[in-house]
Every structure is written in structure tokens, then in C-alpha cells.
């Protein structure tokens, strides 16, 4: 696809130096650009958005993600060593994310895709409070999901992660949530969700099995996409316990 690397050890090591949004968006547009328009053509990326795009007949499109065009300076974020990306309006809803975290060899670094849940007010959005009622209400019908039949379903969703990755607020990843039956049973126990959710795969450049798909755009593309086809059916489920 291209003769660059897509996100080798090194651009870790220059993530973990930036130390703002504007430094570390100005540092990775381009790959982050890149990154989305390759999955704005996988299967199943498609597939998700075509499936949104008929419970949001306004917001019709073929694009999972927004891009440039569309999404001007806001289509993906950055903070201190990290950033990242969500569906097209996903704020509010169970969004298909991407991001990464970088750092010096020996510490947390690594680029993570998965469904995230954002059980806070931290937006601009006029109608936030609305909006995460909403969103709550969304997050306790996934809770209904795999506290019913569906638990088999989702511990086996899980297990075809390579390397299952939970992130919740102030422990990021958390090592002791590293299995399907131990993250049911915590968020079944959650007594009062709040902040920041995320369950999915990861890869490490620090890992040499995984280092090559990393560096290699189509194999990345590859592994990202058939993540999200595969929280596919979860996610319609979600929605559609809600009612759509």
C-alpha cells in the first residue's frame, strides 16, 4: 500500500513525547488520515455504517468514520501520549474506537480497537446531560444482554481477541480484568457506571509477534476490521434492546 510503516516502535516513542492535543495531532494526521480512509473501505466497517445509516436516515453514508472533508479539526483527538478516534457521531452512542498510547520501551504503549462506552460529561455538547441519559440507557441494555442468553455468546466474542483489553477510568489497561469470565462478572458488578469504558483487542510494538502488523498497513486494516465485524452483532444488539 505504501512504503511507510504504519505505526512502527518509533512513532511510540515520539507519541510518548507529546504533550498536548495540538502536538500530537499535528504529529500523526497524516498515518491517523490514512488509517481512516483504508477502514472507510474494509467490509466491515462498510457494513456497520450501512447499518447506522438506516437507523439515522439523515446521516446516511458509506463512511464509518468521519475524515478531513467531513469532520474538520474534530475527527479524531489527542492528548498528552495518546490518541484516538470514534465512529461518525459516536460520541453518545457504543462507538467503534481506535487509539494509541505511546511511550518509551518498558511502558504502556500500544494501539487498541474495540467498542468503548464514554459514561461522562465531558463534551461541549449542548444537550450532554440528554444525551447521556441516552447513552446510560443504552449501557444498562448491553448489561441486559449479557446478564441473560447472551452471556455465552459475548465470552465467546471475547476469546477471539488475541490480546483482550479492558480500559476504565484511572487504570488503563487494567491487568486484572484479562479474561472474558473476570470482565462479565466486573461489569455485572459495576454498581455505578461512570467515565470511561473500553473492552477489545490491543497491539504492542514491544511484542514481536505483533510488531509486523503494526508496521504493515494492510495487515493492521485486516485485524482492525474484522474486530469491529465481530462486536458487529453485539453492538445491533444493543440498539436494538433499545428499541431500534
Known amino acids: 500500500m505504501t512504503a511507510i510503516p504504519a505505526f512502527p516502535p518509533d512513532s511510540f516513542d515520539r507519541l510518548g513525547q507529546c504533550h498536548d492535543e495540538r502536538e500530537t495531532v499535528g504529529l500523526f494526521a497524516q498515518r491517523?488520515?490514512?488509517?481512516?480512509a483504508l477502514?472507510?473501505?474494509s467490509d466491515g466497517c462498510s457494513r456497520i455504517a450501512e447499518t447506522r445509516s438506516r437507523w439515522h436516515p439523515g446521516k446516511s453514508d458509506n463512511r464509518l468514520f468521519a475524515d478531513r472533508p467531513i469532520g474538520a479539526v474534530e475527527y479524531f483527538h489527542g492528548y498528552p501520549?495518546?490518541?484516538?478516534?470514534?465512529?461518525?457521531?459516536?460520541r453518545w452512542e457504543p462507538q467503534f474506537n481506535v487509539g494509541m498510547f505511546g511511550g518509551a520501551?518498558?511502558?504502556r504503549r500500544y494501539l487498541r480497537f474495540g467498542v468503548g462506552f464514554c459514561l461522562n460529561l465531558n463534551s461541549k455538547d449542548p444537550d450532554r446531560e440528554a444525551r447521556l441519559i441516552d447513552l446510560r440507557a443504552l449501557f444498562q441494555g448491553f448489561l441486559f444482554l449479557?446478564?441473560?442468553?447472551?452471556?455465552?455468546?459475548f465470552r465467546r466474542l471475547l476469546g477471539l481477541h488475541r490480546r483482550l483489553t479492558l480500559e476504565r477510568?484511572?487504570?488503563v489497561p487494567d491487568p486484572l480484568l484479562n479474561s472474558a469470565d473476570r470482565i462479565i462478572d466486573w461489569l455485572l458488578a459495576?454498581?455505578?457506571?461512570?467515565?470511561?469504558l473500553f473492552i477489545g483487542e490491543s497491539l504492542s510494538p514491544d511484542l514481536p509477534a505483533e510488531r509486523p502488523v503494526l508496521e504493515n498497513w494492510y495487515e493492521l486494516v485486516k485485524v482492525i476490521d474484522r474486530t469491529f465485524a465481530a462486536w458487529r452483532p453485539t453492538w445491533v444488539n444493543i440498539w436494538q434492546v433499545a428499541g431500534h
Not at 82 to 90: I, K, S, T, V
Not at 146 to 153: F, L, Q, V
Not at 190 to 196: I, Q, S, V
Open 32 to 36: 491517523v488520515d490514512r488509517l481512516i
Open 105 to 107: 520501551p518498558g511502558q
Open 169 to 171: 477510568d484511572g487504570l
Open 81 to 90: 501520549a495518546h490518541w484516538y478516534f470514534c465512529h461518525r457521531g459516536g
Open 190 to 196: 459495576w454498581e455505578h457506571p461512570d467515565g470511561w
Open 146 to 153: 449479557i446478564k441473560g442468553p447472551y452471556r455465552h455468546e
Open 39 to 41: 477502514l472507510n473501505h
